[in-house]
């Protein structure tokens, strides 16, 4: 039996790794390599497998870190099954056909750049539309967590609850190999108890081997009822002076989470009753109608929600604008909240939105996730005074807030005390993390080997 690493090798994206037992070829998630120039490259190596063996693709969850290079598999010749939760596969959809479109426009920004210059070669997208509908015929539900699928020659797969976005799982591959019996656990990204929406993550069952996410692998988050209390206090003290509240967010989870929050906050009278509330974001609009429809996703809090008759994710003040016209003449507005995408501001329609409200004393930003290195939000965090917005240069007088507590990962207690409650596993290995993170993640993980794996490399197990 052997295991080997394709992607979040020391690194947070790109996830993807390869089960082989007994002549049966299982991948583990196949995600996209994010952030930067170099990174995007990467997805344009070799996988390090003949994407045409593989029987089987079981999927943690949608993030495009996770399932985003599942349409050059298939272009690259995979026909297994894909296996995952009904959530996810929708979820998974929505993400994949968005994807395609970014991979499209970048191509052909990249052909008409070169088209100025001689002697360049043009260059094709990663995949297009067409790639990401052909994979999505390879989707099939698992029937529910906790229940085996058998795989066969000796193989079963199991999901349980990972609590980090809508439908995640973890997955427990049980192998048989020359009647060797192996119990491989892979945690996916973990999310934490308490959280909106989402159940806590499920007990893990017991296990040989541990594939552990480690992105927070060195450190302890915020607590979250604090981070809400911020951000109604954010969007009071704005909206007492007339100012607009940006909230640049991810159109996965975070833009439901801020849904919830809001409505409890106007619920419970510490929020205005028709606060003015515009979700701008046609990719959050969509995932949230998909939120809607997974109720059996849900934890018992949002059920009592639903049984007294109230929408989760609605509110009195609410506006959807899914057109651009609508969007554009959000400009007029004043005294409101714009949730709009792209989380690290570097597409989408957040960026029209901070043109027309950076400069103003009475706005505030309110970032509620990770920025990375180099991105607009980033900049805006840092305290630069004059940022760059679709070409104009636009002076940083708004409030900027950063709300630290909203994370979907779990923090170093919560891994380790989820990998305590797998038995005493003899090989533990570490994945989706920064070198640091993982190191010291590593010392603190006792009574069991660990392993950190580079790029393509394999254990036997
Ligand atoms: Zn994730």
């Known amino acids: 039996m052997l295991l080997s690493f394709h992607g979040a090798a020391q690194n947070v994206t790109g996830s993807c790794h390869l089960v082989e037992c007994g002549g049966t070829r299982i991948l583990i998630d196949c995600g996209l390599y994010q952030g930067g120039r170099e990174m995007a490259e990467e997805n344009r190596n070799n996988f390090g497998f003949d994407p045409a063996s593989i029987d089987y693709l079981l999927l943690t969850h949608a993030h495009l870190d996770h399932c985003g290079r599942i349409p050059l598999l ?8 894909i296996l995952t939760t009904a959530a996810t596969r929708e979820l998974a959809r929505l993400v994949l056909l968005d994807s395609a479109r970014i991979q499209e426009e970048e191509a052909r920004y990249r052909n008409y750049k070169a088209s100025k210059r001689r002697n360049q070669q043009p260059v094709e997208p990663l995949y297009d539309t067409l790639d990401a509908l052909n994979c999505l015929d390879g989707f099939i539900d698992i029937a529910a967590f906790g229940q085996p699928h058998e795989l066969g020659s000796g193989i079963r797969a199991t999901f349980y609850e990972a609590g980090h976005i809508l439908g995640s799982g973890c997955i427990l591959l049980e192998l048989s190999e020359n009647g060797r019996q192996r119990r491989v656990l892979f945690s996916g990204d973990l999310g934490y108890d308490g959280r909106a929406i989402l159940p806590d993550p499920a007990p893990p069952p017991r296990a040989d081997v541990v594939v552990m996410e480690s992105t927070y692998g060195d450190r302890l988050h915020k607590r979250l009822q604090p981070s809400v209390e911020e951000l109604y206090r954010a969007i009071n003290t704005t909206i007492d002076r007339n100012g607009n509240v940006l909230i640049p967010s991810f159109a996965l989870e975070r833009t439901q989470e801020l849904l919830y929050y809001l409505r409890e906050g106007i619920e419970q009278q510490r929020l205005p009753h028709h606060l003015p509330v515009y979700l701008d974001s046609p990719m959050a609009i969509t995932a949230t109608q998909i939120f809607r429809s997974h109720r059996e996703c849900f934890d018992e809090e949002t059920w009592e929600v639903i049984t007294a008759g109230r929408d989760p994710f609605d509110l009195p003040g609410l506006h959807i604008t899914r057109d651009t016209a609508e969007s554009m003449a959000l400009k007029h507005v004043h005294g409101a ?3 709009a995408g792209s989380g690290m501001c570097t597409g989408g329609r957040i960026r029209h939105h901070l043109r027309h409200n950076l400069w103003r004393e ?5 970032f509620v996730g990770y920025a990375a290195q180099g991105t607009l939000a980033r900049r805006i965090i840092n305290g630069e005074e004059v940022v760059r917005v679709l070409q104009d240069e636009v002076e940083v007088n708004a409030e900027i807030h950063t709300i630290g507590g909203f994370s ?3 923090d170093q207690k919560e891994l380790l005390a989820w990998h305590a409650r797998t038995g005493t596993p003899d090989l533990t290995v570490l994945v989706h993390g ?3 993170a993982m190191h010291l993640l590593a010392g603190r ?3 069991t080997s660990v392993e950190t794996p ?5 254990l036997a197990i």
Do not use: M, Y
């Not at 009475?362 to 309110?366: G, I, L």
């Open 74 to 81: 298939h272009r690259l010749g995979f026909r297994g099954t």
């Open 337 to 339: 909240v714009i949730i």
């Open 362 to 366: 009475e706005a505030s930003v309110v």
């Open 408 to 410: 979907a990962h779990a």
């Open 434 to 436: 920064e070198p640091e």
């Open 445 to 447: 993980l006792q009574g």
């Open 454 to 458: 580079s790029l393509h490399q394999s």
